[in-house]
Nanobody
């Protein structure tokens, strides 16, 4: 079993930045692909960004492309999401997910999920 723990969320003004971290523990294997999803109240969980188990092939949702960057430190079993130029519409709970379908936008393809971290962006 793999446990994922996110951190780094918070409250920020529009135009600001945050960096989310996701640390994997338990029976970790280096060949998981990882992704960040987010879910705002009343909305479905949506794909934000993904990265391969090797730390390459990043992919982004159109709404965040050019503003967010996903990266992975394999030695630390940690995935990051650098979020710049944040907008009020980025407000959501952000979830880290791990699985074997690289950059899939379907939440059901991911076997492991963190508990989520709240990001709130004020206008």
């Amino acid at each position: 079993q793999v446990q994922l723990v996110e951190s780094g969320g918070g409250f920020v003004q529009a135009g600001g930045s945050l960096r989310l971290s996701c640390v994997a523990s338990g029976r970790t294997y280096s060949n998981y692909d990882f992704a960040w999803f987010r879910q705002a109240p009343g909305n479905e969980r949506e794909f934000v960004a993904g990265i391969s188990w090797k730390g390459d092939s990043p992919d982004y949702a159109g709404a965040v492309k050019g503003r967010f960057a996903i990266s992975r430190d394999i030695d630390k079993d940690t995935v990051y999401l650098q979020m710049n130029d944040l907008k009020p519409e980025d407000t959501a709970v952000y979830y880290c997910a791990g699985g074997w379908y690289l950059n899939s936008g379907y939440a059901g393809h991911y076997a492991f999920w963190g508990q989520g971290t709240q990001v709130t962006v004020s206008s």
